[in-house]
């Protein structure tokens, strides 16, 4: 018997705690979303292990940072806690240059090479310049899709920020506008490889 009372305890409370999220629903907003690109840092780098002479290689770091703004409304059993805006940075932070080491600074090759890389840095930079409006769309979709969530105790609010941030980052909406963005730099960057077969630097070898 005394297993039954608890198993019952639990499903009201499962249903009080339903009932709560549904009491929310009519405080949900159309949050305000803000997108910019963060400044970004190029560093050169000449690693002691060999590679390809006529080739360098960037590696690019892409960020996607949301901070979000709540709106609280209390209710006669707790709290509602909304999205109300959303100040979002998407774009790439840094980009590592390796060049072979045998390349002296300065020289015909380094700077032929370090020519090339910065071609794909430019392409890098030109996916997000281009998908600012499909950015912003995607992270409206994702935010207006996610209903408020009730705590119970004032104390819990912070977390209540922190599952509705977990809930936005993990939306699919924003995980397929990371997968497009990966997508088209793949295709930009193998872009500038065909545009360019190495001509200059090979050039710059014979001589």
């Known amino acids: 018997m005394k297993n039954k009372s608890l198993f019952f305890a639990v499903i009201f409370g499962l249903f009080s705690a339903s009932s709560f999220a549904d009491d929310c629903l009519s405080y949900k907003l159309n949050p305000e979303i803000s997108v ?4 970004w840092n190029k560093e050169v780098v000449q690693p002691l292990k060999p590679m390809d002479l006529l080739h360098g290689d960037v590696v690019a ?13 209390s209710i006669e059993d707790g709290f509602c806690v909304t999205l109300k805006a959303i100040k979002a940075q998407v774009g790439y932070v840094d980009f590592l240059v390796k060049i072979d080491s045998s390349h002296i ?7 032929a090479v370090l020519s090339h890389e910065d071609e794909h840095i430019r392409a890098y930079l030109s996916v997000v310049d281009d998908y600012k409006d499909k950015i912003q769309a995607a ?8 209903t408020p969530v009730f705590v119970s105790d004032e104390s819990k609010i912070d977390g209540a920020l922190d599952i509705l941030n977990k809930k ?8 397929l506008m ?4 990966q997508a ?18 090979k050039q710059c070898m014979i001589n």
């Open 168 to 175: 936005l980052q993990e939306h699919p909406e924003i995980i």
């Open 184 to 201: 088209e730099q793949e295709i930009r960057n193998k872009r500038v490889d065909q545009n360019d077969p190495g001509t200059r630097i």
């Open 105 to 111: 600074p300065g020289s015909c090759v380094y700077n």
């Open 61 to 73: 770091t892409l960020v996607g940072s949301y901070e979000i703004v709540g709106d609280t409304t």
């Open 178 to 181: 990371n997968q497009k963005i």
């Open 36 to 39: 910019t690109t963060p400044s």
């Open 139 to 146: 992270i409206y979709s994702a935010a207006n899709s996610i």
